[in-house]
């Protein structure tokens, strides 16, 4: 797959986990995940890229969700279509901002749902960005933490699920520089 490797880890169960230099937009996966807000609303960063690319109709299948169900609570996933986009889907995970307590646990669960959303569909590959890191203002230490962690222990306790590889796609900077940190890298 393309992007700049940083470092990949194999799990016993034949998975592998990826820490990308790459653009999300452009990853060969079945499925990404959003960094959504409780709203499904696209306001800025990966959330706002993800929404132009994937066109209007992305946007209203977004609205409508929440119209349905509400606001996604903390710690959950939705699925929507990828619009646009190539992909089998996007998985919009809700992480936590800065205050909201016990962050660390919340981006976890957070991805963990999204996983299980795509092992539930029998995806294989999927790609995710940094969650709360930005806006959220979580700080990238407790992120790097959580998103190591999050693949780690879906890995565990799922060794039979569909998915085989598992990506965090980052830019170069502090997200990256605190992920390298938390592998040893």
């Known amino acids: 797959m393309p992007g700049t490797v940083i470092k990949e880890i194999a799990f016993s ?39 132009d690319a994937a066109g ?17 609570p903390v710690g959950e996933a939705v699925v ?3 619009g646009k986009l190539r992909f089998k889907g996007v998985i919009h995970a809700i992480g936590p901002q800065m205050g909201d307590g016990d962050e660390e646990n919340k981006i976890v669960k957070a ?19 940094a969650i709360s890191s930005g806006i959220y203002r979580v700080p990238v230490g407790v992120c790097a933490r959580a998103y190591t962690r999050a693949v780690k222990e879906f890995f565990e306790k799922h060794p039979e699920c569909s998915l085989k590889t598992i990506r965090l796609c980052v830019f170069k900077g502090r997200v ?10």
């Open 13 to 51: 169960c034949g998975r592998r986990f990826a820490v990308v230099v790459y653009d999300l937009l452009y990853e060969q996966t079945d499925c990404i995940v959003n960094a959504a807000n409780s709203r499904l609303s696209h306001g800025g960063g990966a959330a706002a890229a993800i929404c």
């Open 56 to 72: 209007p109709s992305f946007e209203e299948e977004c609205q409508a969700i929440v119209r349905e169900q509400g606001p996604i």
């Open 80 to 82: 929507t279509s990828a």
């Open 111 to 129: 991805l963990q749902s999204a996983f299980g959303k795509a092992d539930g569909r029998g995806w294989t590959s999927l790609s995710f960005p």
């Open 176 to 185: 990256l520089d605190a992920v390298k940190k938390e592998l040893g890298v």
